[in-house]
């Protein structure tokens, strides 16, 4: 018998409840009892999952250091010795434990390769502070932190394509040990590059990313495994990454399911009526499945309109939908599906607590 079975049969016999109401006594009971049942409980997938974003900070380490027996060395910023004229000065310079890799390193003049240690060279202080520096776990970060710095310390590391396959199925093993039978993340496949400074091309990466999902542990996870690939939206490039991603998703269709758009909405450059035509373009060879993020602010606007009309089946966090009474209607037991972030949109200061999200409203209301 599972524990999550035994916890029911105890807790049904021991309160003296029906079985239709086990939750309920559950839910004001002991709290461990709730973790156990609610782990063990059978999921089914995980659809709003940033790869890159979803490893946990010691499996950003241990890949990377790892990484040494394949060629690649990687190096981080431990200290600033104000080494540029003022002039040069920009706000990379100034990031701590932001990761270079070895061919940059080498580019380095003697006073910035002082600033710099190698990963596997780390003091404990150093170390406690580089897997600091990619937690979201203080009252005073938030958004700009997330979004401006956080990426941008891993930097080198999210071109590794041994370092991206690797940390997807980390991912997988996670979710699979928490009872989820699906899982289909937003991956990176363009600008990686091999040891040797050549770059993959988008479809090689993918054939990488498939190759580990053939490996022996992760075929053993029983897990079904998907992938989107990502558009930054807000790069002047964006349309040109798009008509590449997408014919490649029509290429590999045996594992890719879908084109996503992500990156800070409250940069206007990447709104999505900017891309209108573009899809447009592209659907009149091909109609390829789009779960697209839409209205991930804290201000009222036509976000989440506009990406269904760019053919978007799900919408990623959908948070200000509670701001178009229009489009609430016509969303009410709808096609479209909402991808909503609880701990995400508190963590980056979309609402102040968990009481003003509209993920109560969503779900009452049919959406």
Same mark, same amino acid.
């Given at each position: 018998?599972?524990?999550?079975?035994?916890?029911?049969?105890?807790?049904?016999?021991?309160?003296?409840?029906?079985?239709?109401?086990?939750?309920?006594?559950?839910?004001?009971?002991?709290?461990?009892?709730?973790?156990?049942?609610?782990?063990?409980?059978?999921?089914?997938?995980?659809?709003?999952?940033?790869?890159?974003?979803?490893?946990?900070?010691?499996?950003?380490?241990?890949?990377?250091?790892?990484?040494?027996?394949?060629?690649?060395?990687?190096?981080?910023?431990?200290?600033?010795?104000?080494?540029?004229?003022?002039?040069?000065?920009?706000?990379?310079?100034?990031?701590?434990?932001?990761?270079?890799?070895?061919?940059?390193?080498?580019?380095?003049?003697?006073?910035?390769?002082?600033?710099?240690?190698?990963?596997?060279?780390?003091?404990?202080?150093?170390?406690?502070?580089?897997?600091?520096?990619?937690?979201?776990?203080?009252?005073?970060?938030?958004?700009?932190?997330?979004?401006?710095?956080?990426?941008?310390?891993?930097?080198?590391?999210?071109?590794?394509?041994?370092?991206?396959?690797?940390?997807?199925?980390?991912?997988?093993?996670?979710?699979?040990?928490?009872?989820?039978?699906?899982?289909?993340?937003?991956?990176?496949?363009?600008?990686?590059? @091999?040891? &040797?400074?050549?770059?993959?091309? *988008?479809?090689?990466?993918? !054939?990488? %990313? =498939? $190759?580990?999902? +053939?490996?022996?542990?992760?075929?053993?996870?029983?897990?079904?495994?998907?992938?989107?690939?990502?558009?930054?939206?807000?790069?002047?490039?964006?349309?040109?990454?798009?008509?590449?991603?997408?014919?490649?998703?029509?290429?590999?269709?045996?594992?890719?399911?879908?084109?996503?758009?992500?990156? @800070?909405? &409250?940069?206007?450059?990447?709104? *999505?009526?900017?891309?209108? !035509?573009? %899809? =447009? $373009?592209?659907? +009149?060879?091909?109609?390829?499945?789009?779960?697209?993020?839409?209205?991930?602010?804290?201000?009222?606007?036509?976000?989440?309109?506009?990406?269904?009309?760019?053919?978007?089946?799900?919408?990623?966090?959908?948070?200000?939908?509670?701001?178009?009474?229009?489009?609430?209607?016509?969303?009410?037991?709808?096609?479209?599906?909402?991808?909503?972030?609880?701990?995400?949109?508190?963590?980056?200061?979309?609402?102040?607590?968990?009481?003003?999200?509209?993920?109560?409203?969503?779900?009452?209301?049919?959406?």
């Amino acid at each position: 018998m599972t524990r999550l079975a035994t916890t029911i049969l105890l807790l049904c016999c021991c309160i003296n409840v029906n079985a239709t109401d086990w939750f309920d006594a559950l839910k004001a009971g002991d709290d461990r009892a709730l973790y156990i049942a609610l782990h063990e409980m059978p999921k089914g997938g995980d659809l709003h999952n940033h790869s890159t974003g979803s490893v946990f900070v010691e499996d950003w380490y241990e890949m990377a250091v790892a990484e040494q027996d394949n060629g690649y060395a990687y190096y981080t910023k431990v200290r600033i010795e104000n080494c540029r004229e003022f002039a040069d000065i920009d706000a990379s310079y100034v990031l701590m434990f932001r990761n270079i890799e070895a061919t940059e390193f080498d580019s380095l003049n003697s006073c910035e390769q002082s600033e710099y240690a190698r990963l596997e060279d780390l003091t404990p202080e150093q170390r406690d502070g580089w897997l600091n520096s990619i937690r979201l776990d203080s009252p005073v970060e938030g958004r700009e932190e997330f979004f401006e710095r956080h990426w941008q310390r891993l930097n080198a590391l999210l071109f590794n394509p041994n370092i991206l396959a690797e940390g997807l199925f980390r991912n997988a093993k996670t979710l699979a040990d928490e009872g989820a039978t699906y899982l289909e993340a937003m991956v990176s496949v363009q600008g990686v590059m @091999r040891a &040797d400074g050549t770059e993959l091309t *988008p479809g090689e990466m993918i !054939d990488v %990313y =498939r $190759e580990r999902m +053939r490996q022996p542990d992760a075929a053993a996870l029983n897990m079904t495994i998907r992938m989107q690939m990502m558009v930054l939206r807000f790069t002047p490039v964006a349309e040109d990454e798009l008509r590449e991603l997408y014919q490649v998703a029509r290429e590999n269709s045996d594992v890719v399911v879908g084109l996503n758009m992500a990156g @800070r909405e &409250d940069n206007d450059k990447g709104h *999505p009526r900017r891309f209108l !035509d573009t %899809y =447009r $373009e592209l659907r +009149r060879d091909y109609n390829l499945p789009l779960a697209i993020h839409g209205g991930e602010v804290d201000e009222p606007n036509d976000h989440v309109r506009d990406t269904l009309l760019l053919g978007a089946r799900r919408i990623g966090h959908g948070l200000n939908l509670i701001t178009d009474d229009d489009l609430m209607l016509d969303m009410r037991y709808g096609p479209y599906l909402i991808e909503t972030n609880l701990i995400s949109n508190l963590l980056l200061n979309y609402v102040d607590d968990y009481a003003q999200h509209p993920f109560p409203e969503f779900l009452r209301t049919g959406i």
